[in-house]
């Protein structure tokens, strides 16, 4: 409960609001001129994937301070509101190294139904490669809002085994908090692979279970917004931004304060004092 409130203490409900509007005039214009020259231009693009990933990354760094904060019981809420590019750069890759990691099976498999038009377009799928992996975080965000779509692309993908794609991604979805979790309290990727990962979620399964209820929780209400968003373009959207930012403070908040009440169990600093 303390988790689903934290979205709305006044602090916390500032920053979610911003990132609200960001989002709403960054994506509303985009879904509703796909079809632009405009929006197809080369300069166009690499001007939104920018802005996309300082927004992102300045939302990934309130994320992943919400979480310390939560982690280490502290009373205050994180300080986000200094501009500090170093710590929004290194959560950022923090937070695409930790979602490549949890989604290497499915990225794989992927690649492998699609290899032959891969390989005949070498150039588009380099770009598209790195275009994807920097915004695998920001791809992350929007899933949760498009589960049908993303469902039917997946039995495209592989008609033959769709039940393989499905497991694959329900998979890495169920792997990718326990792994952001230890990225970011150890400071550094590895501690995202499985050898760890497995391990610790065995440890706290049931406290572990919870918060993936809370992530299915999330993902329920943003595919459901969506769907009414199509009959109120604006406000339809900026609710379902607001649902989506508020549901991931809530899932870091609960991460956090998962990790402090069974830390014990966890023993992952068992003589190293904390770093914040």
């Known amino acids: 409960m303390a988790s689903l409130l934290f979205p709305f203490r006044v602090e916390t409900l500032l920053t979610i609001g911003v990132m609200t509007v960001l989002y709403t005039f960054l994506m509303v214009p985009i879904q509703a001129g796909t079809r632009s020259p405009l929006i197809l231009s080369p300069r166009f693009v690499m001007g939104m994937i920018f802005i996309m990933l300082l927004v992102q990354g300045y939302f990934w760094h309130f994320l ?129 692979m499985p050898w760890h990962v497995i391990p610790a979620i065995w440890r706290v399964h049931w406290a572990y279970l919870a918060t993936l209820l809370l992530v299915i929780g999330v993902a329920g209400a943003g595919a459901f917004l969506q769907v009414l968003a199509r009959y109120v373009p604006i406000a339809g959207a900026f609710l379902t931004w607001f649902i989506v930012f508020a549901g991931h403070t809530a899932v870091m908040h609960r991460l956090g304060a998962m990790y402090y009440a069974n830390r014990s169990e966890l023993d992952w600093f068992p003589d190293s004092p904390r770093v914040m």
């Not at 939560?70 to 200094?82: F, I, K, R, V, W």
């Not at 929007?142 to 991604?169: D, K, N, Q, Y």
């Open 64 to 192: 992943f301070q919400v979480l310390r904060t939560a982690a280490y019981n502290e009373p205050d809420l994180p300080m986000t509101a200094d501009w500090d590019p170093e710590g929004i750069l290194y959560d950022l890759l923090i937070a695409v190294q930790c979602t490549l990691v949890s989604f290497v099976p499915l990225i794989v498999y992927v690649a492998i139904q699609l290899s032959t038009e891969l390989l005949a377009n070498p150039f588009v799928t380099l770009m598209v490669a790195i275009i994807g992996v920097l915004n695998l975080p920001f791809l992350l965000l929007t899933a949760v809002t498009h589960l049908p779509e993303l469902i039917g692309t997946m039995v495209v993908v592989s008609p033959a085994l769709p039940w393989l794609v499905i497991t694959l991604f329900i998979l890495a979805v169920a792997y990718l908090p326990m792994a952001l979790l230890a990225g970011v309290l150890h400071q550094t990727v590895r501690a995202a």
